[in-house]
């Protein structure tokens, strides 16, 4: 059956910048694109810069090419075809040659992002569970109120079928610092660069 990518008022307005550029200017921004999601590369003096060259305004442009770089997410996630694809860019009303340059971008990304699941998948191994015990240790401190607790940490991943475990002790406050670490990661997916690749992932 067909994939549809249904693009947002808010998205077809950013992406109506596409329509006033020429084709140079055009694969231009959609270079900068490609660059920014694969790389993070980017900032504010060459986003003014290439606006200049342009004859557009800086904040227009930035705005256009976090568009594009939704739509090449989006595409990528859905894994469409070029037919779906082409049918989706025509909403815009952009001319063929723009077209077959968001095309071949897309299709670049789609393959760039397969590549790069085949190349990460084999080399790590997957998370699969975590048991732990806290040991307390007596002796003839305890008398005095003194005792020293450590948690044993039985990590369990697995790796092209074969599972493996990794038994280690750590202090308390090391397990606390772990789970400050394991928040701010956490906290991280609110950004707006994990959430692009976040719409890959779903």
Known sequence: S???LVLGRELKEDLALLRRL??????????????QLREGVGGKKAT????????VEADDLASTQEAVIQLLLETARLQLSEQDARQTLEELELGEEAIERLLRACGEQAAHTRAAVRNIAPSLPSFKGLDWRLDVQVGSRCLR?????VMMLDIRTEQRGMQDSVLCQAEIADVEAMRLEVKAALQELSGNHARKIERILR
């Open 22 to 35: 020429e084709p140079s200017a055009l694969s231009h921004l959609v270079d900068m694109a490609v660059m």
């Open 2 to 4: 067909m994939q549809t």
């Open 48 to 55: 003014i810069e290439a606006a200049e060259s342009m004859g």
């Open 145 to 149: 109120g003194e005792t020293q607790a």
